[in-house]
């Protein structure tokens, strides 16, 4: 997640954010307009018919970041337009000493449900990927252990779960804000996904997709969002992420992996989607084909969800409907 710096609230502002926190009454729904969002992740349940939309919890009122250590929330729709009043699944515990959480992902592990999360822990700047585990989609979830699976004393977020060979990873973002040129990076993890195993390696850095980086600006160093998705096409492993483009638009990456595989070596890096948007995700809707949510724009108190069209080519991903 990359914000932009703070600026004045305008009188729209204002009564977007009102609409956004608004606690609703009984039976009230909202439209995708009205949800305020950072790091959009869609889990379709099949079973009931609906598309469950996670999001961190948000403070009413809150300026800037603006995240509540409060945990996870679900809104559920049939259509992707119409969203029934968000239900809290996750409440962080008060040992976590959580002062931020963003970027809540929910993944379907064996027989269990899974939130893999970014926590601001004892302060601003100590902040990695907590995973919390649940019997049931819509919780209640509770934490898979006492530290983040990341290491401790990294700067870390943004993690999202990938199975290969029957064995589970988390790929993440060493945040450039501590390395300098952000990085894409794999742990291995338990079965129960409550550890790492060993340390991390690294897949490729922020600067490996800029043909020509400066050397100077932010925007070439930032990694964010990773996301993977193997085409059944062409069996290609393919990963979105994002980055701060020039004059700092948010965008979206793709890279590919060369031998198919996690370990890589991850190349043939592009821009697929460059109009202000970005941690994305790839889901499949209830009628099967494929979509893209992200959130747009990328300024602070004016996010929202988004949600595209993506064809799958074999050779790669293509987001329609800009």
Not at 121 to 137: E, H, I, M, P, Q
Not at 197 to 206: D, E, Q, V
């Amino acid at each position: 997640m990359f914000l932009k710096g703070v600026v004045a609230i305008s009188q729209g502002e204002i009564l977007g954010m009102a609409l956004a926190f608004m606690v609703p009454c009984a039976g009230w729904s909202l439209t995708t307009e009205e949800i305020r969002m950072r790091d959009p992740f869609v889990v379709t349940d099949t079973e009931r018919g609906v598309y469950c939309l996670v999001s961190s919890y948000f403070t009413p009122g809150c300026r800037g970041w603006g995240f509540r250590g409060d945990g996870v929330q679900i809104y559920e729709s049939k259509d992707l337009v119409t969203w029934e009043q968000p239900r809290q699944v996750l409440k962080m515990p008060k040992e976590i000493g959580c002062r931020m959480f963003w970027a809540p992902e929910i993944h379907r592990y064996k027989d269990k449900w899974y939130v893999f999360g970014t926590v601001n822990y004892r302060s601003r700047k100590a902040k990695g990927t907590w995973t919390f585990v649940s019997d049931d989609l819509r919780g209640p979830y509770r934490p898979t252990g006492t530290r983040s699976i990341t290491p401790p004393e990294w700067e870390s977020l943004d993690g999202t779960l990938w199975v290969e060979d029957g064995r589970p990873n988390m790929v993440f973002c060493h945040e450039w804000t501590q390395v300098t040129n952000g990085e894409i990076c794999a742990v291995a993890m338990t079965d129960d996904l409550s550890a790492p195993i060993g340390r991390p390696r690294t897949l490729f850095k922020a600067t490996d997709y800029t043909p020509t980086p400066s050397g100077h600006r932010v925007e070439d160093h930032v990694t964010d969002g990773p996301f993977l998705y193997r085409s059944p096409k062409s069996g290609k492993l393919f990963m979105t992420w994002s980055n701060i483009g020039r004059g700092g638009c948010y965008l979206v990456v793709l890279s590919e992996s060369a031998s198919g595989r996690l370990a890589g070596p991850w190349g043939n890096h592009r821009v697929i989607f460059k109009k202000d948007g970005g941690h994305g995700m790839v889901f499949r809707k209830l009628d099967g084909s494929l979509a893209f949510a992200l959130h747009r724009p990328n300024r602070a108190r004016d996010e929202r969800p988004r949600f595209f069209a993506v064809v799958d080519t074999g050779d790669s991903l293509e987001i329609r409907g800009e």
